[in-house]
């Protein structure tokens, strides 16, 4: 099984909202990232989590906080977001060790900031 | 500065016949190769990948072929079908403790019955 879930499919926020998403995995990955993809770009890296702890934040804003309660699970917590902030969010996990490095995304969730 | 690139925005093929992605990319530091398939409003599926230490790797109708010395990569669909009408993105990693992906820009590829 390599599948990648999360939650909510779809979220509209206006800029004073918070609002969290929600990843979770099953295949005994310890690491866990969240990425951000707008139209007809390649996915951005926004976070790394290796062994539950935070090992990459690339530079972004403070008003997205990540949290990764446990080796299964990360969440995304979203606060005064700018509408510029409008994209498909996308949580992958990988391992990190063996022969293999493909890391498994989830199928995403979009955000529109209103 | 791109460290994975993907030159070709779209890619058009008939069906049956083969399809070629190439992507270059900068980094010799990479050790890690990867392909994914992507439809609109959904996350990247993993296709294939391959290990610097190689210079194919197969998986049924995909082939993925690596070019050290070019910093060149390659995936081949025989037969192609309709239903891989996507965007493909290559990807790269120098593996570690992070496993952090470099994503390249993406090729449409528009395969025709």
């Known amino acids: 099984d390599t599948e990648v879930t999360q939650t909510p499919k779809h979220l509209v926020m206006g800029m004073t909202n918070k609002k969290s998403l929600k990843c979770e995995q099953h295949?005994?990955?310890?690491?866990m990232y969240w990425y951000k993809q707008k139209a007809k770009k390649p996915p951005e890296l926004m976070f790394v989590?290796?062994?539950?702890?935070?090992?990459i934040n690339e530079s972004v804003p403070s008003r997205f906080s990540p949290e990764c309660p446990n080796s299964s699970l990360l969440n995304l917590h979203l606060h005064a977001l700018q509408p510029e902030d409008s994209a498909l969010y996308l949580c992958a996990s990988s391992q990190l060790w063996g022969d293999s490095y493909e890391q498994y995304f989830g199928p995403g969730t979009r955000l529109t900031v209103t | 500065d791109q460290q994975v690139k993907q030159n070709s925005p779209s890619l058009s093929v008939q069906e049956g016949r083969i399809s070629i992605l190439n992507c270059d990319y900068t980094?010799?530091?990479?050790?890690?190769f990867l392909w994914y398939k992507k439809y609109p409003a959904e996350g990247p599926t993993f296709l294939i990948s391959i290990s610097s230490i190689k210079d194919k790797n197969e998986d049924g109708r995909f082939t993925v072929f690596l070019n050290k010395s070019a910093k060149h990569l390659s995936l081949h669909i025989v037969p192609s079908q309709p239903g891989d009408s996507a965007v493909y993105f290559c990807?790269?990693?120098?593996?570690?403790?992070?496993?952090?992906?470099?994503f390249g820009t993406g090729t449409l590829l528009a395969v025709q019955p």
């Open positions: 990807a790269a990693s120098e593996g570690g403790a992070t496993n952090k992906l470099i």
């Open positions: 989590y290796s062994y539950e702890k935070l090992s």
């Open positions: 980094n010799s530091m990479f050790d890690y």
């Open positions: 295949m005994g990955h310890r690491a």
